[in-house]
């Protein structure tokens, strides 16, 4: 699922970054074509494992070349830090197929954690360079957001830090400790960013709430045996609380935005599905903490609010994305 709304979303940028034509028509379906055939594969567990491997494995390949290809042609160098995301992304879930297949022992969790990881970054990132921009833009008032460069810097130093201790090395002590360092650093980031007037904008507050559940998440990996909590509700905080919301937020403005809709009007429904989510995370990573014998309770209710969520993004945005442009531009 991540890979998909990245890969969409990086599709559209890219395009708007280089000026350069990305994937759209058959060759855009082509692609699609290959992520839906892997994922039809998966139903029929491991007996067809090297199949949907190989259709996966080409799909990422074909985006790797789809998004490099302008980058390279006019020379965009600086957007290399995203490519070479997607890159290991690749790797990793070659090592997850590997894994799977028996092939590999640590396979199946280099490419499970480590693509969450990645992904995490990837958001850091892409959130660092749109966010305080949709900011600016969407309060309605004069606004001078604060970043720093050394935490910039620092951010990316320690993520990578804390996927290969983590990850490879496997030394949960050394993780705890960057993980509390980039809770801090993201904290500072979070604090630079906020202005009153995003409490008004569902797209902008489910943006700001979504990076506070990353920020979260890596407060709990730094204190989960400290607190004697499961580590595994940090990377519901990154997944349930980080992904999930962010990628609602970011296809409810996109949607709008490059179809010629006014992004200051969205369906009053979304909001609905943006608080749902946001419930549906206190649901699967706070309360267990503290009420962990109805920890099934708690899953079933977050899978429930997570599925009516993006229902209802579907029925309120499915007349605006398959009909052409309303301003008559192309796409």
């Known amino acids: 699922y991540s890979l998909a709304v990245i890969s969409g979303f990086l599709l559209t940028a890219v395009k708007n970054w280089t000026g350069v034509q990305t994937l759209h028509g058959p060759w855009l379906l082509g692609l699609f074509i290959l992520w839906v055939i892997a994922r039809i594969l998966f139903l029929f567990g491991t007996s067809l494992i090297f199949v949907a491997a190989l259709f996966d494995m080409l799909f990422m390949l074909c985006l790797i070349f789809a998004i490099a290809s302008p980058i390279i042609k006019v020379r965009q160098w600086k957007q290399l830090a995203i490519l070479s995301k997607i890159v290991l992304l690749t790797i990793g879930n070659g090592l997850f197929y590997l894994g799977a297949a028996g092939l590999l022992e640590q396979g199946v969790y280099w490419g499970i954690y480590g693509g969450l990881i990645l992904i995490i970054a990837l958001i850091l990132t892409l959130g660092r360079r749109v966010i305080p921009f949709f900011i600016q833009g969407g309060v309605g008032y004069p606004v001078q957001l604060v970043n720093y460069k050394w935490i910039d810097r620092s951010s990316l130093v320690l993520l990578l830090a804390f996927f290969i201790v983590f990850v490879f090395v496997g030394n949960k002590q050394i993780s705890a400790i960057i993980s509390l360092a980039l809770f801090f ?44 909590i499961p580590t595994m509700l940090a990377f519901h905080a990154f997944s349930y609380g980080g992904i999930g919301i962010v990628t609602l937020g970011m296809m409810s403005r996109v949607s709008l935005g490059h179809t010629g809709r006014d992004i200051q009007s969205p369906p009053k429904a979304i909001t609905l599905s943006f608080i749902l989510l946001v419930v549906g995370g206190v649901c699967r990573v706070f309360l267990p903490i503290f009420d962990m014998d109805h920890y099934v309770t708690w899953i079933l209710l977050s899978q429930i609010f997570w599925a009516v969520a993006y229902l209802i993004f579907v029925i309120s945005y499915a007349h605006i994305l398959i009909k052409p442009r309303i301003d008559g531009q192309f796409g």
């Open 185 to 228: 650093i993201t904290t500072i980031r979070l604090f630079g960013w906020h202005t009153p007037g995003i409490w008004k904008k569902p797209l902008l507050w489910s943006l700001f709430i979504a990076f506070i559940f990353i920020d979260l998440g890596f407060l709990l990996f730094a204190v989960s045996d400290l607190l004697k």
